[in-house]
């Protein structure tokens, strides 16, 4: 079964450019999440999608973050224009239940993002 | 509203010796507690979780954990250490307000002493 792929798995910017991640779950999740990891904390949510709806967006930083998954499936989060604290490793998770406490998330490898 | 706390940022364990990750939960209600791993440059992989079926919980690579109530702990343990057991390591809690989101604690990180 093949994992959560993300691209790309590294990316440098300079402050106030865009920049967009790209995911892909596990087939048939149906929960999609978006995680911000700041260097020395735990993964933050910044999002989640139940299919194709939104259900917590709660951290999303709305003026400069947006996100959408596409049909359900596919997912891009943007950045736009970016700052010097956004640098982090941005993680994407699927889990296959609509709303079980118990189910388990898989994540990809993350993307990388420096802003200098 | 749930919250885990890891203690202790950086743990080192000589090679063979006993591995012991601490982890505290703060809830309300009966909490489900995860235990993921991050090896450099990868994401997270679960290595066990409690669900309220057992207190003692056994997981992937020989790790296990026990959910003790009295002690709001869910601490994750190895009898012996290996040197590919350094990594990252992840407590987390699952939001029971509504949308079961993962809260993470801040972890720990693991070195294996040769």
């Known amino acids: 079964e093949a994992g959560v792929a993300q691209s790309p798995r590294y990316k440098i910017i300079e402050k106030r450019q865009s920049v967009a991640f790209w995911c892909n779950p596990i087939s048939g999740h149906a929960t999609l999440y978006w995680y911000q990891q700041i260097l020395g904390q735990g993964p933050k949510l910044l999002i989640q999608f139940q299919n194709n709806g939104v259900v917590d967006d709660s951290q999303l930083p709305k003026d400069r973050f947006s996100a959408e998954r596409l049909k359900g499936v596919d997912s891009t989060l943007k950045i736009q224009p970016a700052k010097l604290e956004d640098s982090a490793v941005y993680l994407c998770?699927?889990?296959?239940?609509?709303?079980?406490?118990?189910?388990?998330?898989?994540f990809g490898p993350g993307t990388r993002l420096t802003v200098l | 509203a749930q919250s885990v706390t890891q203690l202790g940022s950086h743990v080192s364990v000589s090679e063979g010796a006993l591995v012991l990750l601490r982890c505290n939960y703060s809830s309300s209600v009966p909490p489900y507690l995860f235990w993921y791993v991050q090896y450099p440059n990868q994401g997270l992989q679960l290595l066990l979780k409690y669900t309220s079926a057992a207190t003692l919980v056994k997981g992937i690579n020989g790790f296990e954990a026990e959910f003790k109530k009295s002690e709001t702990s869910f601490h994750l343990t190895k009898p012996s250490a290996h040197m590919s057991d350094a990594a990252e390591y992840f407590c987390?809690?699952?939001?029971?307000?509504?949308?079961?989101?993962?809260?993470f604690g801040t972890g720990t990180r693991l070195k294996v002493l040769a």
């Open positions: 998770a699927s889990s296959l239940a609509l709303a079980v406490p118990t189910d388990t998330q898989y």
């Open positions: 987390a809690v699952s939001d029971l307000s509504g949308t079961y989101k993962y809260i």
